[in-house]
């Protein structure tokens, strides 16, 4: 691309706008619910008339609404052609339950991929069986196989699983969203992206039935065997910790990686190096670039180089959609550079994604998408023309087509021959010339800046441009799906970078050596976890200081405008620097005008950037009620309270119970997401709020408990309150260390402690400061509070059990309350008739997972309940249920529907 050339928009870059209309047109099919025709007759019209005012600027805008309808008709076609047979057609309309036991008959689908404690398997299903009926079907099931023991693991070997093998199972497939809860990612959504319909798990490979395939073994099979072999031995001779990085970074083998490192990846904005997918081989293209450019300048060479090595790695660590996705991009725009002389990367790109979103238009909507076409849009109109400019300011020389000096400052000028003037090739060169010059070149230099320290220097400089340009068009797109601005990434984007290369680099040659003799690759392997605890090191405390990683909400409804604002100066930005031509003689004027504009784009694209990162207008006004929102987190508790004036408070936040052994010395964390990070805090971000005013953990049980960790690193907390008997639960010390780290003071609170929050009364019922805890269980430690707005009141009970339910009846007052947070999950232990008598609730909220391990709710207290005329309403069932009043009304919905509930005053 030259900055010399000057035609309109749609000549230079046709693919990018006729990419543009088709995305809009999936968009329109995918909100709107038309027949076939209308789309078909509009795409002949507007394609007729495009032919017929093919000369005109008429055609032009013909054409790109003939595009536009083609792909509203492309999408309702993708709708259309999901066939009834189909796995995700036949749970979704509710043929079968999501849960239920089935058998499942088919072939599988390439590779197995292996995990820690098991395998998992990708099944193109033909059969499904279900309570005796057999039925025809088609779909992908994603099965992990269980094998948590050696004995397991040589079973699961010995059925020699590979692509093609016919294999027999039951399982509980699932598909349907786990969390029904605003801002959860949907699971069914995810599982589509990934091409799977549905997913299960195998307790053992022994209820596996495999028949070996009897066609060619695929040569992939051969690749997939090294990279196996590559995985055994890599977990053989490294650290669990150090492996997880080499597999997860150099094999695409994510599922050894544990979850206090990706943590620490996260929150330096780098985890990208760790993961195989688009975004990692954008970046490890642009880094393979730059490496070749530094040896040839010569496009061809640098196609013919970089992308079969590319493909090589994309293919070696699996091929999943979005890597090779990334890699057709890539590979688009390199041949348009290498075969044309004047080609467009831009409009590369625009081919190659208009392409991907023909084949499969639902990848539109699909984040990796998104984000492999910002970081690929940010390299190609940020980084490579700023590349291309800086170094032709530092390699200028006198040409009969350049004869004059780039026109530029001289700062400018000076930095850049800094890193790229080289002495010894103007002295060739002008011996070659007829002619004689003298150069005024102002490189920096002394006995530090040598030539080959320049040469790293700008190899830095590109990379950090390359980094830069990136991280700005895929600001908005962090914000929104990751809710984080990683502000370390510029910085350690390289570090890391350099160091996880070193490492792997000993890592093979530890391999290597020691495939002849162990004792020989001793040194390489010290020397590469020495290099891993470096990089882990380093990056933790870059993290934990004022660089940390902001965490971020997002803004909903109208103000969702502001993100696609953020594009408008940062493509005006692109724009002048296309038109940014170093070695044409502007008129004063215009140049001043280019300045002016530019100058305005980034104040401009700084301050929407601001808004969208610092997000003042986010979180909800006042609007003078009490809203009690009980979150469906599974089997846990998180109840989220909005008071009068807008206050906040989080009443528990969730969490998974580990029922592994706690004898193991080194205990593997596999990196899953906490429900205190994809479900609560999601749903905190989802609403606006970066910060909660209080965090209240009734008692220490692990589904109440470690929720609060996460919000208590992700929000600003301005008090934690426990209760006076809280006790020591597993993650206790954890939240107790995020709060004094945090200087947030935690306050004991027991029976008879009375505070008012914008208008409401917030009472401690339970327990009393007193109390005895010998012999207590965890659950009768719990917090009882009681809200009261107006005439309206909450109990909120935690998992108190008979024995605190009956020592509350005798010496609390009054305890009629309008909603009732049941008791322990709706347990048999809880919710006695006393105390649902002495409650009256007219509403009555159970907090359970859908299909509970324990039981709940037990039909004894569901019996209870509706003998005393509450409404029940459970979040397994319902969702996250909302119960707001303005102290005279309550109105109710859940996340499924409104409930028809309009409670008058008694």
């Not at 000096?405 to 007829?434: D, H, M, Q």
Request: charged share 20%; net charge neutral; glycine share 8%.
């Amino acid at each position: 691309m030259t900055a010399s050339i000057r035609t309109s928009g749609f000549t230079t870059h046709p693919l990018v706008w006729l990419f543009s209309a088709f995305a809009a047109g999936i968009v329109i099919g995918k909100y709107t619910d038309f027949s076939l025709w209308p789309w078909t007759v509009g795409c002949g019209t507007f394609a007729l008339f495009a032919f017929v005012f093919r000369s005109r600027t008429a055609g032009t805008f013909f054409l790109l609404a003939a595009f536009l309808f083609m792909g509203t008709l492309r999408s309702e076609i993708e709708s259309a052609s999901i066939a009834d047979n189909r796995l995700r057609s036949i749970y979704d309309n509710g043929h079968i339950a999501s849960g239920q036991t089935v058998g499942i008959k088919g072939n599988v689908a390439g590779a197995s991929e292996p995990a820690f404690a098991g395998r998992f398997v990708i099944v193109d299903a033909a059969e499904i069986e279900q309570a005796g009926d057999a039925r025809k079907v088609s779909g992908r099931v994603r099965v992990f196989v269980a094998a948590r023991s050696a004995e397991a693991l040589d079973d699961l070997e010995r059925l020699r699983i590979r692509d093609g093998s016919e294999i027999r199972f039951t399982c509980e497939l699932e598909r349907e969203e786990r969390f029904l809860t605003p801002g959860v990612s949907s699971r069914k959504e995810m599982l589509d992206r990934q091409g799977v319909d549905a997913a299960c798990s195998v307790k053992s490979p022994l209820l596996l039935e495999v028949s070996a395939s009897d066609g060619v073994r695929n040569p992939m099979e051969a690749i997939h065997d090294a990279r196996l072999w590559l995985m055994d031995e890599v977990r053989r001779k490294f650290s669990p910790r150090t492996a997880g990085i080499l597999i997860a970074s150099s094999l695409g083998g994510k599922h050894f990686l544990d979850k206090p490192t990706a943590d620490i990846f996260r929150e330096g904005g780098t985890f990208h190096v760790l993961i195989i997918s688009g975004l990692h081989i954008t970046f490890i293209g642009g880094i393979l670039l730059l490496l070749v450019s530094r040896f040839t300048e010569n496009r061809k060479w640098q196609f013919v180089i970089t992308v079969p090595l590319l493909w090589a790695f994309s293919l070696a660590v699996g091929g999943e959609p979005p890597v090779v996705r990334a890699c057709l991009m890539f590979t688009a725009i390199l041949f348009g550079l290498a075969m044309f002389r004047n080609a467009s990367p831009l409009n590369s790109l625009g081919l190659t994604t208009l392409a991907l979103i023909v084949w499969q238009p639902e990848d539109l909507f699909s984040p990796s998408f998104q984000l492999t076409c910002a970081s690929m849009l940010g390299i190609v109109i940020f980084a490579m023309p700023m590349i291309e400019r800086l170094r032709s300011i530092g390699n200028w020389m006198p040409t009969s087509e350049r004869p004059f000096p780039p026109n530029t400052s001289a700062g400018l000028s000076t930095f850049c021959e800094t890193l790229y003037w080289n002495e010894a090739a103007w002295e060739i060169e002008s011996k070659r010339n007829v002619w004689s010059a003298r150069l005024f070149k102002h490189p920096l230099r002394n006995k530090y800046l040598t030539y080959s320290m320049r040469r790293l220097l700008a190899y830095v400089t590109e990379v950090l441009i390359v980094s830069v340009s990136v991280q700005i068009l895929l600001l908005p797109f962090l914000i929104v799906y990751f809710h984080r601005i990683p502000i370390a990434s510029l910085i350690l984007n390289i570090w890391v970078g350099v160091l996880l290369a070193l490492e792997s680099f000993t890592a093979v040659a530890a391999i290597l050596i020691g495939s002849v003799a162990d004792i020989l690759s001793i040194p390489f392997v010290e020397l590469t976890e020495l290099l891993n605890r470096l990089m882990l090191w380093s990056s933790a405390a870059m993290v934990e200081g004022p660089l940390a990683s902001m965490r971020v909400p997002i803004y909903s409804g109208a103000g969702r405008i502001f993100y696609f604002i953020y594009f408008i100066p940062a493509l005006v930005l692109a724009w002048l620097l296309y038109r940014w031509d170093i070695f044409a003689i502007e008129s004063g004027r215009l140049w001043s005008r280019l300045r002016t504009a530019g100058l305005l784009s980034a104040v401009s694209l700084m301050i929407v950037g601001a808004v969208i990162a610092f997000h003042p207008f986010s979180s909800p006004a006042p609007d003078g009620k009490l809203t009690v929102e009980f979150l469906d987190v599974g089997q846990g508790d998180a109840t989220f309270i909005t008071f009068p004036d807008g206050r906040t408070m989080l009443v528990d936040g969730g969490g998974r119970v580990n029922f592994s052994s706690n004898d193991q010395t080194e205990q593997f964390v596999p990196d899953n997401m906490t429900i205190g990070e994809s479900v609560v805090s999601e749903f905190l971000w989802e609403r606006g709020y970066s910060s909660v005013d209080m965090l209240v953990a009734t008692h220490a049980d692990t589904d109440h408990e470690q929720g609060l960790v996460d919000v208590a690193r992700n929000f600003d907390i301005s008090a934690a309150y426990l209760s006076s008997v809280h006790g020591e639960g597993d993650h206790t010390r954890e939240l107790k260390d995020v709060l004094a780290k945090k200087r947030v003071p935690i306050v004991e609170l027991g029976s008879g402690e009375w505070f008012d929050v914008g208008g409401v009364s917030v009472e401690v019922i339970y327990p009393p400061y007193d109390m005895s805890t010998e012999a207590m269980s965890r659950n009768d430690r719990s917090l009882v509070i009681r809200l009261t707005y107006g005439r309206r009141s909450f109990l909120l009970t935690g998992d108190i059990e008979a024995a605190s339910e009956k020592a509350i009846i005798a010496f609390a007052g009054s305890l009629t309350a309008d909603v009732v947070k049941v008791p322990h999950h709706g347990s048999r232990t809880s919710s006695t008739r006393e105390f649902i008598s002495k409650a009256a609730p007219s509403i009555s909220v159970i907090s359970a997972g859908r299909r509970s391990m324990f039981g709940h709710p037990h039909p004894e207290t569901i019996r209870t309940l509706t003998e005393y005329g509450s409404k029940i309403v459970t979040t397994g069932q319902d969702g996250t249920i909302t119960v707001s009043t303005d102290g005279d009304e309550l109105f109710v919905s859940t996340f499924r529907s409104d409930l028809p509930v309009l409670l008058q005053l008694r």
